[in-house]
Structure formats: C-alpha cells, structure tokens
C-alpha cells in the first residue's frame, strides 16, 4: 500500500517536491516538540517557529502533492487523448483495483493524520499568540514600552489577552484580524510612534476588568502616604497623606468615586481624539438626566464615549511615572541614598535634560554625569561614598529605561495618567473643573473634599501620622 502511494507522489516533480517539503517539516516539528517537552524554553520565536511556520510549511507541502498527481493525470490523459477520442474529465477510482485501493487507502490515512497534527498545531500556535512574551517580546520595539511597564504593573502575572482580548469568539477573531494586520505594519515599519494612545477600539471594560474585578466590590476609603523628596541639599523629606473616598455599589446607591460605575450610572461624554479634553457630559441615573456643557468643541475629530473603568485607570498595566515620582520611591526604598547632597535635585536634571539615542547610552551618561557632580560639587563625597554615588547611577539608569524609549519616542508625559491630577494630566479635572455646568447652572463637584480628605500635605512631620504610627 506504501509503496503504492509513493509511487503515485513521486510520478509529479511537483508532487515529489511537496512530499519532500511536507516531510522535512513534519520531522523538523516533531524534533522541536520533543526538545521543548525535555524543559527547554527557547522563547516566543521557537515556539512561533514550531507552532506556526513549520505547520505553514506543512500544509504547503500537503497542498503540492494532489496538485502535482492532477499535473500528473492531465499529462497522461493528453497523451492518452492521442489514441483514444474520448478521455474521462476526471480520475475513474476503482476500488476493484489493488493498486488504487492501497493509494486511496495511505491517501486518508495520512489525510487524517495530518489534519490532527494541524489542528494540534493550529491551536498551540493559537495559544503561543495571546502569551505575554510573543504580544512583548515578537515586536519588540514596537511593544517594548507596555511591555516594560506590565512588568512592574499589579497587573503583571496576567496577560496582555487578558485585556486587550478577554473571552469569546467574536473578539478572537477581531483581535486576530487586527493582529495579522499589526504584524504586516511592524514588518513593512508602518506604525506609529509612539503607538497611539488611548486605543479606540478596546474591549469594553464590562468584557475584561470586570471579569475579574468585581464591579460593585464596595472599596470604602482608602488610605494614601506618599513620600517625597524636595531639591534643597538635604533632600527634605515629607509626607503627603490622603483619604480616597473610592466607595463603591454594595447596596442600592453607592456615593464616592467609584459611583461612575454604579449600576443604572452612565456617563457619556464629548472628546477629542486624545481624550484630554473634555466638552459636553451627558449624565443618566435612576434620578434623570442632566447635561453639562462647557465651551464648545472646536472644529476636527470629536467622539461620544461611555466611562468605564478605563476612563479613569487607564494605566492600569502600563504606567509611565513621571522622573519626580520615580525618584521619590527609589529614595523612599533605599535603591537611592537619600543622603546624598543633592540627589533629589540632580537625578531630576540627568533623568529629564538627557538625550540619549539607546538605553545603553543613557546608562553610561547618567551615571558619568552623576559621579562628575559629586567629583566637582563634593569632592569628598565622592570618595567617602563612591559604592552609594555608583548605585545612585545605576538605579537612575533603571528609572530611566522604564520610562523613555527613544526608538518609540517615548519620553517622559507621553503618555498621561488619568488617575488624579497633575500638571501633565488633568485626570479628573477635565470633567471636576468648575466650567461644567448644567443650563440651570449646577456644577460637577471639584471641591478638595469630594474625592478625598488630604490629611498631610508636604508636611515634614505630620501629626496625622504620629496617630496611625505611634
Ligand atoms: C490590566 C489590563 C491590561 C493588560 C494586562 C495589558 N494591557 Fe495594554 N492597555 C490596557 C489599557 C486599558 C490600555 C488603553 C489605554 C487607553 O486607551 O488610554 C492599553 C493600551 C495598550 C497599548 C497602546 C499604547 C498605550 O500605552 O496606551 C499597547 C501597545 C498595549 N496596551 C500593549 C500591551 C501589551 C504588549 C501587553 C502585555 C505585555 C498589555 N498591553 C497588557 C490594559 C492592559
Ligand atoms: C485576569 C484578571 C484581571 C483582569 C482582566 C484585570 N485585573 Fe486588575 N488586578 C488583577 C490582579 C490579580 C491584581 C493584583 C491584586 C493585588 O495586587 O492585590 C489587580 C489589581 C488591580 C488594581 C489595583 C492596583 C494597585 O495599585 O494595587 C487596579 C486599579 C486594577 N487591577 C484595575 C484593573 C482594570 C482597570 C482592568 C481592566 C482594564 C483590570 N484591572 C483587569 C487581576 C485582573
Ligand atoms: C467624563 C467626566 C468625568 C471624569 C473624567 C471624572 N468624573 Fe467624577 N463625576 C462626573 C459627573 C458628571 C459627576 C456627577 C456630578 C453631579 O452629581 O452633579 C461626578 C461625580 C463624582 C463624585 C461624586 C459622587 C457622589 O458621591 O455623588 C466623585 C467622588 C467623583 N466624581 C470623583 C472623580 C474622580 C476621583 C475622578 C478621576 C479619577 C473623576 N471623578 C473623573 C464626571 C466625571
Ligand atoms: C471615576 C474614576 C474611576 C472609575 C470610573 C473607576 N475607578 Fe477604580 N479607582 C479610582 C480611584 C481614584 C481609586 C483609588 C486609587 C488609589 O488611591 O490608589 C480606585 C481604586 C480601584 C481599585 C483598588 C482598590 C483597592 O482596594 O486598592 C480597584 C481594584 C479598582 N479601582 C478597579 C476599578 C474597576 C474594575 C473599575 C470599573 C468597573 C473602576 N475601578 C472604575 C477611580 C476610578
Ligand atoms: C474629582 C476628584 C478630585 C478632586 C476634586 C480633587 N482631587 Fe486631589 N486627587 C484625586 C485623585 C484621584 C488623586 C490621586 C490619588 C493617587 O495618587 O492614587 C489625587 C491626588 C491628590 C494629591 C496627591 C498628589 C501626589 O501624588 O502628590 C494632592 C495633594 C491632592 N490631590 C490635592 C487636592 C486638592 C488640594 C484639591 C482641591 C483643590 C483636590 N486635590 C481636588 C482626586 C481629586
């Protein structure tokens, strides 16, 4: 019966071409199964090249040999043709026949086998594309900032699908859609940069945080102490101590800030692109509606959106810190001696005058620029505590590396956090802002004590704090 089969597969160059093919891949595949069954981990390439190329291959070749047999039966045919009038338009199988038996026999044989093996591939292959290290790591450049960030998320044990997907079928298949045309972009280097941000066609919140974040968990207040550093040379330290008022649904009507994501709350509301300003706010609860307006949106793109919780945590994987934050906890934890003169000050000046063209360049100036402060302004610092000044540089290496990518231009502020209040992103405030106002003028509440109880502000020694931690 094999022997049947190849003699029919090895009629056609074509056909022989795709058994070879076929056959090179499949050993190739299962070689590299085995090795991965062993414990080795090559990584999201390995598995893309098991999973997903070599099946290609695969399927090609299995594609070729029908092909080259028909190439095979029309060339006979012809030449039949020539002493007969009438050839038969396609193959007669005759089962009665032992020759044709045994090809149509090894044909399904390894048909089926095939299409197990595919299948078995197909959804490995499947699998491998929603890992964290093929959506990080396979465009690495591309994806390198989020995935970066993820790593140091709460949200880092989960993985980008988890979000950026969630469950069932038509988003799968909408995702992979928009993925093979992501991976065209990264090969032909049609993205932007920095990838554009916020992402208009996420999956509702309701289909992914609230799979695992129950959406009515009442929170109740939580308690915030923030440690800062200010530029003087003692790095005065203080502490910023606040009450969130989170709330949240348990019962019928929830107060605090989690009351936008109340059942029977919706909030839509008028932005641009960038979703950073924010003009007509449209409010429906149980009690009715109510429209705020403020100044008209100007000419360009506008869109309707519906808060959810992404509207406000929408870092909730990939947050960028700004330099003072970052500087604030390595100080705080230790990585950077809060001792030395200064540091608070000079490490905001290398982390956002520097220009570097690579992580590895900013590494080596960084560090050089903080040891030649301390050999020109402190001399005897720098001898005294060369071990602290070298891994001051380090750590002001790492804090930078998580936050600028020059290849994406990334930089500090790029993208905004919308969780708060600052002066690079207005957060609650493009809503809380005093300007928005119904037509009988009430406002959206933007008073300090709406949102939370700031019981310490900068304050070197609170007293809020000798009561919670005698
Ligand atoms: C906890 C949920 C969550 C996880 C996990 C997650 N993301 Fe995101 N991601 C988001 C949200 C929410 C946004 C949208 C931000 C917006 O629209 O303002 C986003 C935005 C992005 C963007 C657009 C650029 C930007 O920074 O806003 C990229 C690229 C991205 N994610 C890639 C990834 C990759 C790669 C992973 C896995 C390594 C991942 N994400 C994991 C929630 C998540
Ligand atoms: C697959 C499950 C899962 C999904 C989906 C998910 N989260 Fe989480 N989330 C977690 C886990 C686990 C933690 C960590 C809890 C901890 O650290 O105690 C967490 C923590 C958080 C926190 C607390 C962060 C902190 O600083 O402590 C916030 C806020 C949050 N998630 C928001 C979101 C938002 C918004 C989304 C949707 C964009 C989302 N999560 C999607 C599992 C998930
Ligand atoms: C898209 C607009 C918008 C954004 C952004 C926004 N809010 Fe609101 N918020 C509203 C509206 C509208 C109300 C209802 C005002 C009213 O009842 O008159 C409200 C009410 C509140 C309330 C009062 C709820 C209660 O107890 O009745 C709190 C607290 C609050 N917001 C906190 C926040 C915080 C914190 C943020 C940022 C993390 C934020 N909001 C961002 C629109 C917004
Ligand atoms: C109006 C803005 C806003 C919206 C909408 C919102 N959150 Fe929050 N959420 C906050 C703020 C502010 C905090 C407190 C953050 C802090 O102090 O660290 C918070 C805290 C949390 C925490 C941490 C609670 C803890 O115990 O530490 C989780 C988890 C969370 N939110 C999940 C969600 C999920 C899931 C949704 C959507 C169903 C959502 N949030 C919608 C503003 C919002
Ligand atoms: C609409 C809600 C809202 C209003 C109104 C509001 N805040 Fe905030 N505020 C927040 C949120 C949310 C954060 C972020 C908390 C966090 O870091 O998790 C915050 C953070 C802060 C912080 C700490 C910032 C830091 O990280 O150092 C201070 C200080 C502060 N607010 C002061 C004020 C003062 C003063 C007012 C009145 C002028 C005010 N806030 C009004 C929501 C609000």
Redesign the pocket.
Known sequence: MMRNFISVVTRHWISLVGAIIALVAVVLMLTLVGIQMTGFRGGAYLGILTYMLLPMVFAIGLVLIPVGVMRKRKLDAASAALHEAQAPGLPIIDLNNEHTRGVVLASVVIGLLSLVLLAGATYKGVHEMESVAFCGTVCHTVMEPEHTAFQRSPHSKITCADCHIGAGADWFVKSKISGSWQMISVALNLYPTPVTSPVHDLRPARDTCEQCHWPTKHVGDKL?V?T?FADDETNTESK?V?V?KVGGQQGSASTG?HWHVDRGVEIRYLTDPTRQNVYDIEMTTPAGKKVFKTEAAPEGPTEWRTMDCVD?HNRPAHVFYPAD?ELNSAMDDGRIDKTLPFIKREGLRVLQEGKYASKEEARAGIAREVEGFYKTSYADVATAKAAQIKAAGDALGDIYSWNVFPKMKVTWGTHKNN????EEAP???R??DKKHTTADGARI????K???A?LA??EEDPEILKTLRP
């Open positions: 915030q923030k800062k910023t606040l969130m800030i406000c934050k969780l708060g209040h600052s957060g609650c405030f809503c809380h509440g933007a008073n300090c709406t949102c939370h700031v502000d900068e």
